[in-house]
């Protein structure tokens, strides 16, 4: 796109090395250590035969996600969110997101009344951790929607996944969009953008905000070709480690 | 934009009637009572000499926002936030976007070692709450920096505000694009999304989220220029307000 | 009474102005917006068929009240108590008062198997919220009654209000007994009372306390005196909105 | 008053039995075991040289007060408030009538910037802990005063307590006005009013409320003189105690 | 066991006065005031037929304690956790410890489906709360079953209690083994340890921490026999007080 | 010790498969992850330069420890206590545990006035998840306090450590003594034990529960030198981890 090279030496349209190891815990019924460069993130997904009661008898299931951070994934130490008694905005925007992200590829008739519940524990934060963990709690989904099909609960041949979803961050910095930013990089932009698109190249989710000055369409599209492009990796290698 | 006349009789490219009742609270340093149809915004502006411990010294002030709704805004009774002793992640999630929203416009270093803190609740609830707070709250913004001014706070020629600031929400019904949903379409609306746009016509904010079926690209440049054309007339009507 | 005037020109046995507005909110079953001079109270009343789980099977209906006040409904802003996480002392004792007064007037046995909650909500402070909210919620009661009547979820000529109930504020300044006491007055009041009187003229509650030097029989006796008249002139405000 | 014998073989103007043993706790600066009858509260005094930064350098001392009840003080057994993570409205309003029934003796000036905190536990309930709480808790107040004359933070010869004060219950039940209600009188009481008085007779707080149907001028005159007469009664006793 | 005489008189290995005054709350089902030396400690025994919801229809029966302390029990006051809304890690771990000490002498399914919550709350700390609480707690407990029996929740001749429970504290204070330190020498030790032994003579918690320098095996076994005798001793005074 | 073979053919004094993984995070001054079979425990600590305020110019350091467990890392999902708002008892304990296990081998005027945090976070737990963190986080504390020694913060040649520590869980089975529990053995075992040991072989913490039937004093010391044996090797494993 661009001569520029970053810091890590990515090209501008470059994701970060990108792993998704399947099968990390040994209890839960889906689960990915997922990272992004130096962004770790651990999704695992419960599943429950069974709704929560305001869901019973309407023959469909229920997928939520909680997003979290361990007290030194950062740099610097942040209090635990539970010594605090509560949980703060952007814990809960965060995990918002990620339930809207993965319900949009879900057909929740063809689920059941069953219950899926993704845990995101950020066990490690280099910028993205939204986008990361999007990306691995679709594969943990998966798992444990396999899972819950031959325990019996789910139907044989039934499509529960209708597609798949993954996200990632872009970011314009000094005037040029980039994909996938790391931490130093995020502090940096002066827009930053997340979008979550799913496997057949359409959008679930499109959230930008000007960190420094406002954008104009022009550059929202770029953002938005760039995303779009590091989505349709993201895919593949969802695939690839489904295979 | 097209022939379609809606539910109740606007164009799909028309906004509702928007009222703005400035100095609406007397104790305020800026207030503002907004609607937008149905939805109505009371948004004070408190303006406090002095800064937050952590920015002190550092010449820059401070701007923040919180959003909440009364328990009977809306057509079933909600359990107030207080009572359950705890902030729901929306009501987080629309805090933050207000502020950040009107961090977008505002020299902090012009404003002084100054805070301002933009209450916005909700009275009665239509569809739009968050866009017609964004809205309100500028106005009421802009008031209290002139109070603080001619206090001798902020200095007599300096521009605080670089820009104006105003939000409204697109979606799409039907596969019909529309400008500033009512609750009824808003429920309907297979993507919904929210635009915060300067006065210039730059964007701060795009947050479009697929209720429905995912979206593709045209759409989403179709509810952009319906966004973008929107907050243009609530800036005109934002200006005429504070003549 | 006497001839002093006091600082807004009123005599010490005159009420400010009271304003009872019907309607206000277009989603509850009952809905004013009530003025006492400067201070303004949105008073919804929900309307529920259906009792809590304890009262299940006991043929009576259930009325309850929450108070609260806007952040910036005072001179100085308060921290939200939503923020707090927990509501303060004073909240919770002013809506226990306004839930009281409302049951003494009420046939919960007529109002049969439904719970109305009542929501009063301070949007301006000046002296007297409670007093104002009392006298508010009883027409937002009745008109939720109404509604409930003609759902036909309460029996279509039962009494179930078998009598109005109003407040007001009554206080010694100076020596001088004063009625409906506007926020600078309550800060210098010596003795500060709170009467809650039927339409009929009994006590529904007698609050006095004496912020600065304790009160005599005969001071008491004065007191009680205004606050009757003054909840007289109030009941036919009442009586006249509801007309 | 009247020939009516009471459940427990009292005259309607008579109090319960009433003990106040001071000294009880080994700690606290003063304390007092006080009995109204079956109801037993701990009041302990707590005297801390210095007052709340908020107060600091205005030369005048803090007093306030919390009241609480053990989860078995009463017949079934109430969840702690610790457990439930908040405190009730019931316990707000009456540790809030506490504190300002002392206050209302008190001369901060001459207590100096010192702060005491009185805490009233109730160990076991049988009607009327909040009187019985503030009569011991004007004993344990008057024991921490001298002991901080004693150390030297108080002046030798000032008067800080100005008045003593003490507090009873009354109620009318089967239209009969009953001093001092033990549990089995205040439940069926159609009207109950907890008086505050000081020694010299003159009133600090008065609290009637209709629990049953409103009363009237009359009833209430002699509630108050039934409620003059026994806080005159416990005002001898203090008196004794203290000698 | 060695002739030191300890600041209050005791030998190393005797025990404080210990009293329990059992039937002392008027309302409990069973209840008792225990003190060791300067610690009072109130635990009271609530019987509800029936058990939480997770156990029914088990046939078993369900004990759990809490444990808490007034704030001016000790020597400074301290914030109640009530008013802090949340309670510490150390009256979780006491409260826990209790329950368990209790529920190993109980027989749940002799027990039938009833409940007995314990709460023990400290009126007075001079170190040794928790073992007083749980050798005052064995008492209580016992009453309560006896009440459950004749009232006939639970059968004539089951045996509930197949042994009884005590606890004591012991300690190393400048290389000194000593049983049941007072406050002053629990500060002081280096070694501090708690036993809970049945009246047979066996052990069903022991917790021992160095608080100054870790301890060997031969210090570990002396604290133990200190421990167990000084059981017997209060097994004996439990016997006594319960026949 | 018995020719008793265990469900995963460990004999009955066998450690589980023990791995410590230093470095494990990028952000954290010290960091380990430590395996105990199929427990995980991520340990980091967080060297802040300076204490809290109530430590500042005593000239010491303070070590403290918190304890948390991800909700899927047991074989059910438990629900977060950040959602929930509070921390639960057993989570509290453990934290203290550990706390005192690290301060017991640390001089903490050797430290200066520095913080360490240790954040313990259990990733899959499979039984004895405080004794991986203890083992585990004296790795991370150690590796902290070289990092301090690198920056300035502790004097070059001053021993903070003066001894190691490490801790494992033993624990009766079918009347046989077993080291280092698993999860299905944890569940199953009569008495459950931890011991804390110095590298020297000095007990800091000795925490013994008879879970089914109370134990005696023969039992009691079987468990401890099993235990004592497990630290031992233990120590060896963080030695060399270290060296």
């Known amino acids: 796109m661009s001569d520029i090279v970053r810091a890590d030496g990515r090209a501008t349209d470059q994701l970060r090395e990108v792993t998704i190891e399947r099968g990390w815990s040994a209890h839960a019924e889906g689960s ?3 990272s992004f460069g130096g962004t770790k993130v651990l999704c695992t997904a419960s599943f429950t035969n069974g709704v929560p009661r305001w869901l019973v008898g309407k ?18 130490r942040n209090d635990r969110e539970a010594v605090k008694g509560k949980i703060g905005g952007r814990t809960h925007e965060i995990s918002r997101l990620i339930g809207r992200a993965l319900r ?3 057909d929740t008739k063809a689920l059941g009344e069953n219950t899926i519940v993704i845990d995101c524990d950020v066990l490690q934060a280099d910028g993205g951790t939204r986008t990361a963990a999007i990306t691995g709690a679709y594969v ?11 325990k019996g609960f789910i139907a044989k041949k039934s499509t529960v996944l209708f597609d798949s979803v993954a996200a990632v961050s872009v970011g314009i910095i000094d005037g040029e969009p980039m994909l996938d930013l790391a931490y130093v990089e995020d502090v940096r932009a002066e827009t930053d953008m997340n979008v979550v698109v799913t496997g057949r190249g359409l959008f679930v989710e499109v959230q930008g905000t000007a960190e420094g000055a406002p954008f104009d369409k022009r550059e929202l599209d770029r953002l938005l070709d760039l995303g779009v492009a590091g989505c ?9 480690t489904l295979a």
């Open 59 to 76: 023959g469909k299931g229920w997928v939520t996600a909680e997003y979290a951070m361990l007290p030194r994934a950062t740099n610097t």
């Open 140 to 150: 943990a989904l998966a798992d444990a929607i396999e899972w819950g099909r031959e």
């Open 232 to 240: 349709a990796t993201l895919r593949d290698k969802q695939a690839e």
């Open 104 to 106: 949009a590829v879900i």
């Open 32 to 34: 990915v250590l997922v």
